[in-house]
């Protein structure tokens, strides 16, 4: 198995820049957590209720003839996109966007990580980020400031992503691995909360009031997320940063640059996951608008709330899911990092198999409409999958990484979610091109490749990143 620390010193002696280790206030867990994985749901609240919206309210008003013209830089930034692209629909240019968006959003936590490491530290750079976010998410409520908004909240969520991920890692001790990596699923839990209110009430805003009452909603929101961060900071661990005039941190060793390798081989494998799972935010979106049945006791279900399924059952299964490792712990039989990885990438593959049964149908018959189960089921399977991979490569990152460098490796671990993105909307864009059938067998064979990869390298990740007891 992967285990999920790696520092060169000596496990057993607490290192510069972490947490008491005796902090137990928060359900055995340093109060510390309790802030950051607080701050982060009402962050992914602004963050997932806005992106919900996004690709509808691109299609449906901001690409419009009587608003495009208004928004500044649209059509130099269109033409610029197709010049690499070539001509594209409305709809293919969206998906684009959509994809470049929250792609970026995970590219630029490496240099958030780089700014942290070297210069302001974890929590000023997570103080930075999360203004220049609230001030990005307030810009979305008016067409005319659409990508500047999308660029401010590019550069904010780069500095708050990898660092506040990166302090969770220092709030214990080197050695209390247990603890740590069900740390990050509480953290996750948390960022889950706000992954599921924030499309269901944000959707349900934007249908009764306008999208731009949707977007402002997620802007207050992200000041509430700055507000906790605030309260919490004299809980939060110090900063560890190199700093200019100071002492120099030990030299890398050659097994710190293997290190680094690996987890960036990690990161790449990750890629092809990352396109199979968000797509359900994306062209997932457009086979609920166009294909699923969505009445629910008289009422129509807005199709951006379906997003919040997936925040749902993060949130929810979190429980049951450390009650069951903590049961296989206690009989020798939790499974191990390496395994974790592995059971979320097949979890990965069998969603968008699933898919391949009412594409079928559809693929047939076009006018069919379809049950809300389906999205249910897939949203279902998918989430079952991140929670077994995500907190775990969380931890390993935050703990394998060389500490001179952590948070800029955090950062590396998101530039896969970068990628998977950018290649996710242009992926979307074959939406209608082939057919449903072919669409999700792509996906389920995307997720099959990184499972393959991540069982080949299995052997020399475990020799690499297990523990280690003694200093070098």
């Known amino acids: 198995m992967i285990a999920v620390a790696a520092s060169p010193e000596d496990v057993s002696v607490p290192a510069p820049g972490f947490a008491s280790g005796d902090d137990r206030s928060f359900f055995g867990h340093p109060r ?66 959509y994809g470049l968006y929250t792609g970026l ?63 969770v890692g220092h709030l214990y001790l080197p050695g209390d691995e247990s603890r740590r990596t ?9 960022i889950n909360v706000g992954a599921f209110a924030g499309p269901l009430i944000c959707a349900i805003v934007a249908q009764a009031w306008g999208w731009h009452a949707g977007f402002g909603l997620a802007g207050g929101f992200m000041l509430v997320a700055l507000a906790i961060y605030v309260k ?32 960036g081989a990690i990161s790449a494998i990750q890629v092809p996951v990352v396109i199979a799972y968000y797509q359900q935010t994306n062209v997932g979106l457009l086979f609920i608008e166009e294909s699923v049945t969505r009445t ?21 299964l979190v429980p049951l899911l450390i009650m069951g490792w ?4 206690r009989r020798g039989r939790e499974p191990g990092e390496q395994d974790k990885i592995e059971i979320g990438y097949l979890l990965t593959v069998l969603a968008n198999l699933l898919m391949l049964l009412p594409a079928g149908w559809i693929d047939a018959d ?13 949203s279902l399977l998918n989430a079952i999958g991140f929670l077994y991979y995500w907190p775990t490569l969380l931890a390993l990152f935050s703990r394998a990484a060389p500490r001179g460098i952590n948070a800029t490796m955090m950062g590396i671990l998101f530039f896969s979610s970068f990628a998977g993105n950018v290649l996710k ?36 990740a475990t020799r690499l990143l297990a523990p280690r007891t003694t200093a070098p």
């Open 32 to 97: 510390g957590l309790a802030y950051l994985a607080f701050t982060e749901a009402w962050e992914r609240f602004s963050f997932y209720g806005m992106t919900a919206l996004l690709l509808l309210y691109m299609i449906q008003r901001l690409l419009t003839p009587e608003v495009m013209g208004g928004v500044l830089g649209l059509g130099v930034f269109r033409s610029a996109l197709e010049g690499i692209t070539g001509p594209l629909s409305d709809r293919a240019f969206a998906s684009q966007v």
């Open 425 to 460: 909307g242009t992926v979307g864009g074959y939406w209608g091109m082939m057919s449903r059938v072919d669409f999700y067998l792509l996906h389920a064979g995307f997720a099959a490749a990184a499972l393959i990869a991540m069982l080949l390298i299995a052997r020399p």
């Open 296 to 316: 629910l006791w008289e009422w129509t279900v807005p199709t951006p709330a379906f997003v919040a399924l997936d925040g749902l059952f993060c949130f929810a």
């Open 326 to 329: 903590r049961w296989q712990e």
């Open 366 to 378: 076009p006018s069919v409409k379809v049950s809300m189960v389906w999205p249910f089921l897939l």
């Open 182 to 190: 069900r740390a990050f699923a509480i953290f996750s839990a948390a």
């Open 105 to 167: 959003v995970y590219f630029t936590p490496m240099f958030g990580g780089l700014l942290a490491d070297r210069l302001l530290g974890q929590r000023n750079t997570v103080m930075l980020g999360a203004g220049l976010m609230a001030a990005g998410h307030i810009l979305m409520a008016f067409d005319a400031g659409f990508l500047i908004a999308l660029s401010l909240l590019i550069l904010g969520s780069g500095c708050l992503k990898g660092n506040i991920s990166t302090q």
């Open 232 to 263: 919490g900071w004299p809980h939060l661990p110090p900063d560890v940063k190199r700093i200019g005039g100071g002492p120099k941190p030990a030299p890398m060793t050659v097994r710190d640059w293997q290190v680094v390798a690996m987890l």
